[in-house]
Every structure is written in structure tokens, then in C-alpha cells.
């Protein structure tokens, strides 16, 4: 055989046969910028491995991650009045929600679905920051109200995952209509006698922090989230003082007596089945 057979014709098929590498198998840690292996990173729910920092989640990964076997039912959303205001800045809303639904492939910043956590029934709604920095317009609202009424229905604890910039600016009033809506929401579940419970994650701002986010019967962060109403550089320039360290960090807030625990992402499923066990006495007192 010639060389051309020989050594020619392989190389030429290794080349067009290559596999090509992804470029996902690694992501960065942004506080310790250590690499860390992907499916190592899914593993401890996109918690760092080196230094605890815990990444950001997407709405979709919380439900996986709280429900038994990742098994739960998502529910359909009331529809509601699409930019009610034709509002436009440098893109008119419109567009902006047809980007946000093509990117993050959900209707807007909040899922509800229903299912068990160690075996007890629960209703979970979810922010999703990736959708317009989990902002909170008129479906979020109406979102938050049909997890209430689903919790009143099912008899079943409420549990919120919060993660928002606040208010949405694009629905104006409309937008700012929605904290006393989702206060009235949460009032349903516990006139029920059903526990409320919130999940603050990183970071929770804004209006959604000045309404139903701190009305939980229990009020749980994770490590490191941010939690507060207005930007720390806005509340520095108002009092004219230099913030303490780690201010409007969920550590702090757990210290200074307005969080009830700091829980890490890997206990917080355990954590959230002892919780529902020890709010449901009646249940017990029935049993």
C-alpha cells in the first residue's frame, strides 16, 4: 500500500472527524473564580464546591430541586392585559417580552406548580430573575394570587422562592398594584390556616420585598443573597453614612433579627419537609 493509503487517508479523516469540544463543560465561580467541572456543579446545585458561594438558579432548577423526585404539575396562569400602558423607552415593551419569552422560553417571571415534598402535599411559586430581572408586573400578581388559591384549594402550604429587581417600570401603576394584591394574596392562605412560607434567594429587591416577601410565616435566604428595598449606594447618599459590612446581606439580616434562618441550598428540601411538619399541628391533632 502507498503512503498515500497509509498515513494520507487516516489523517484526513481524523481531521473531518474530529469531535469538537463544548465550550459549557466548565463555569467560573464569581466570588472564588475557580473552575468548576459542570455536571460537578449540578450535583451540588450550582452551590461552588470551593467556596460555598451559591450561583444563581434558574426557576425551573428550584422546582426540580424541591419537589419529591423532581415529580411535580405546573399550572396555567390567568392571562392579563399585554403593555397596558404602549409604554417605550429605548424598545418598546412589547418587544422587550417577546425577548425575555424567547430567551428564557416562560411566559413571564413566575411559575406555580403543585406536588410533595417528603410526601406532604405542597403549591410552590417561583420567580425567574433571568425574565426581566424577575420584575413584577401584572402577572406576577396574578400569578401569586392563583398559588394562593391553589394552596386554599389543595389545603396545602404556600412556599414562594423570591428573586427581583422589583417593580416592573414598563406597567407603571399597574406594576405598583401588585404589592397590595400580593399582600391580599398571602392573607388568603393564612385566613385558611395554612402555612406561608418564603424562600429569599439572591438578590430580592424592591417592591417585591416591601410586599408579600416578608410576610411569611417563616422567612428563610440563602447564604449570601441579597436582600433589601432601595441600592445600598441610594441609602448611603439619603443618610449620609457609611453602610456596616456584609449590610443587606442575608447573614446580616438573620443576625439583626429579620430573617429567621440562613439555610444552604443543599439542606434547604430537608429543611422546608421539617418546616411544613411542625406548621401542620392540626393535621397531626386530626391524625
Not at 463555569?27 to 467556596?51: G, R, S, W, Y
Not at 392585559?81 to 412589547?94: A, E, G, H, I, W
Not at 414562594?160 to 397590595?180: D, I, K, N, Y
Request: net charge neutral; glycine share 6%.
Amino acid at each position: 500500500m502507498s503512503w498515500l493509503t497509509e498515513y494520507v487517508r487516516p489523517k484526513i479523516r481524523t481531521l473531518f472527524t474530529r469531535r469538537e469540544v463544548p465550550e459549557n463543560l466548565w463555569q467560573q465561580c464569581p466570588a472564588c473564580e475557580q473552575m468548576i467541572f459542570h455536571t460537578d456543579l449540578a450535583k451540588n446545585l450550582k452551590v461552588c464546591p470551593h467556596c460555598g458561594h451559591h450561583l444563581r438558579a434558574s426557576a425551573q432548577e428550584r422546582l426540580a430541586w424541591t419537589f419529591d423526585e423532581n415529580a411535580y404539575t405546573r399550572i396555567e396562569l390567568p392571562k392579563v392585559p399585554v403593555d397596558p400602558l404602549k409604554f417605550r423607552d429605548s424598545k418598546r415593551y412589547t418587544d422587550r417580552l417577546k425577548e425575555a419569552r424567547e430567551t428564557t422560553h416562560l411566559d413571564d417571571a413566575i411559575l406555580v406548580a403543585h406536588g410533595t415534598i417528603a410526601g406532604a402535599r405542597a403549591v410552590v411559586a417561583v420567580m425567574a430573575f433571568d425574565f426581566m430581572a424577575g420584575s413584577m408586573g401584572a402577572a406576577v400578581g396574578e400569578g401569586l394570587v392563583a398559588a394562593a388559591r391553589l394552596a386554599v384549594l389543595q389545603d396545602a402550604p404556600l412556599i414562594v422562592f423570591t428573586a427581583s429587581g422589583g417593580a416592573r417600570m414598563q406597567e407603571g401603576a399597574v406594576s405598583l398594584m401588585q404589592m397590595p394584591r400580593t399582600i391580599i394574596a398571602t392573607r388568603l392562605v393564612k385566613e385558611a390556616g395554612l402555612p406561608f412560607i418564603v424562600v429569599l434567594t439572591d438578590p430580592t429587591t424592591g417592591g417585591v420585598t416591601a410586599s408579600f416577601a416578608m410576610l411569611g410565616d417563616l422567612l428563610i435566604a440563602e447564604p449570601g443573597a441579597l436582600i433589601g428595598f432601595a441600592g445600598a449606594r441610594v441609602i448611603e447618599q439619603t443618610v449620609r453614612e457609611k453602610l456596616p459590612e456584609g449590610f443587606q446581606r442575608a447573614e446580616y439580616l438573620h443576625e439583626h433579627g429579620i430573617l429567621d434562618m440562613v439555610v444552604k441550598r443543599t439542606e434547604l428540601r430537608d429543611m422546608l419537609a421539617r418546616v411544613i411538619d411542625l406548621l401542620r399541628v392540626k393535621d397531626r391533632e386530626a391524625a
